[in-house]
């Protein structure tokens, strides 16, 4: 079952900050908030994940609403090779597995 | 070599062939996954395998025979597949099974069946 909703397809001028919105409106309280990407004819790559708290690292800052019901990736200065297929994944510390979705396309224009 | 590696990285086969994929993982984790992916369709969820030991079988045609002979290499054994089966098949490792933990792709196999 999917578990969170993103966009299709979005565009992002090279150098401006990448906004990925991802809505899982029925998250529970001990899911945590993953994001992975595909660059194309890659394997996925982890980005970053959170639980309640924002969270930065060297390549993304994720945002989580205080009711945990949407999320946000942001790239702070996106270039061209940050063009993939962005995963949003919710799941728990529960040994499910992951379900990837469809994600979002993002692509960097120059 | 570092992270996960898979061989061959492109395959062509009939529908009578057998052949094997390949995963080997140099980061010393325990867990090891095999997923599929189709043409515009979400990454699925074949085999996990924990310790060597499998946990879990996504409701994947026999045609599929996973083995795991230690927990560095995963090997995927195929026989009598169809058209439909070709896909990139992405084998992924993490350090064990719990969903916290990081998994790292390996590049995939595009395998074409005819």
């Known amino acids: 079952d999917a578990k969170t909703t993103q966009p299709t397809s979005m565009d992002c001028a090279e150098g401006r900050a990448a906004n990925l919105p991802c809505n899982h409106s029925t998250i529970s309280g001990n899911e945590y908030v993953y994001w992975y990407r595909q660059i194309h004819s890659q394997g996925p790559q982890y980005i970053i994940h959170g639980l309640k708290n924002n969270e930065t690292n060297e390549m993304a800052s994720l945002i989580i609403t205080e009711d945990r019901k949407s999320s946000t990736l942001i790239l702070p200065h996106a270039t061209l090779r940050d063009t993939a297929v962005y995963y949003c994944i919710v799941e728990g510390n529960t040994g499910n597995q992951f379900y990837f979705g469809t994600g979002t396309s993002l692509t960097v224009i120059p | 070599e570092t992270g996960v590696t898979q061989t061959p990285r492109h395959l062509v086969m009939g529908m009578t062939n057998k052949k094997s994929l390949k995963c080997e993982q140099h980061l010393g984790h325990n867990a090891m996954y095999w997923y599929k992916q189709s043409a515009k369709k979400p990454l699925e969820l074949m085999f996990v395998y924990s310790l060597e030991e499998r946990v879990e079988n996504n409701s994947v045609p026999s045609r599929f025979s996973p083995e795991c002979p230690n927990s560095s290499h995963l090997f995927l054994h195929l026989h009598t597949l169809q058209p439909e089966d070709s896909a990139l098949y992405l084998c992924?490792?993490?350090?064990?099974?719990?969903?916290?933990?990081?998994?790292?792709f390996g590049p995939g196999t595009r395998l074409t069946v005819l």
């Open positions: 992924a490792s993490s350090q064990d099974t719990r969903a916290y933990n990081e998994q790292f």
